[in-house]
């Protein structure tokens, strides 16, 4: 792992991302991570929860300072965390893919999420904080979450955490250094071309109901376009539509 990365190693902590938002102490010149063996309140998209088991899984954070980053191109970062963690899991495995707008799916299941928050200093982002949650090594699920899966449960192997993490941080670096450089148009276009259901229509729905469309897009604000049969493209900000899987 690269000395620009500052690692932090906690066991417990409510939540890694208010952790890391509070964190006072020397930062990494690349990025600061915090990881955690167990995480009290984890939170998952909306209102849904992160279920761990202790020691299993790996739940970090990471912050990091982009370099004139545009506000509008805000989104590159977590396209770029995505790509990293897809890129990593290609390696124990195939079908891997980014489901709009930073989830892992292994098929039509789910095994990586992340939340992100940014700050922001006039037109430019100041930093940007993602908090993910990896299932690696856990065999079962107790929570009411739809269609989790775990790395172990797709290799049939209990995975070597710690490698796994050092890999999705290497990488990471390496996509920072992108975004620095100002290849946002090459990190989306390498996104779209892992997203889930990138080809072909397929069933949404939003506050009026089900509708088939395809993906036409994800916009630099993070918005997906949709194209219907019929021809209307729809432009959503996420929580307003979902996939029917």
């Not at 805000?74 to 290609?90: D, N, P, R, S």
């Not at 299941?109 to 930093?127: A, D, F, H, R, V």
């Not at 993910?132 to 269609?147: C, H, M």
């Not at 229509?201 to 939003?206: E, G, M, P, Q, V």
Request: aromatic share 8%; charged share 30%; net charge negative.
């Amino acid at each position: 792992m690269t000395e620009d990365i500052k690692l932090i190693r906690i066991d417990e902590t409510d939540s890694t991302n208010r952790y890391l938002d509070q964190y006072r102490g020397e930062e990494g010149r690349l990025m600061t991570v915090v990881t955690v063996e167990h995480q009290t309140a984890g939170r998952g998209q909306g209102t849904h929860t992160w279920e761990s088991e202790r020691g299993k899984n790996l739940l970090f954070t990471i912050k990091m300072h982009p370099t004139n980053l545009p506000l509008a191109r805000k989104y590159v970062v977590m396209q770029a965390e995505a790509l990293a963690i897809v890129k990593v899991l290609h390696r124990y495995g195939e079908a891997f893919k980014i489901k709009w707008p930073n989830d892992i799916y292994w098929h039509d299941k789910k095994i990586s999420g992340t939340l992100s928050e940014s700050s922001i200093s006039g037109n430019t982002i100041k930093s940007v904080i993602l908090g993910t949650g990896i299932n690696v090594n856990q065999e079962i699920f107790r929570s009411d979450a739809p269609n989790p899966i775990s790395l172990c449960s797709i290799t049939g192997r209990q995975i070597d955490k710690e490698e796994l993490l050092r890999e999705i941080l290497d990488t990471f670096a390496e996509y920072i250094k992108k975004v620095n450089g100002g290849e946002y148009d090459a990190i989306h276009e390498e996104y779209m071309q892992h997203l889930y259901r990138n080809t072909g229509y397929h069933k949404f729905k939003d506050a009026d109901g089900e509708f088939t469309a395809r993906i036409e897009d994800v916009m630099h604000d993070g918005k997906i376009a949709l194209r219907r049969q019929d021809g209307e493209r729809s432009e959503y900000d996420f929580c307003k539509v979902r996939f029917i899987i």
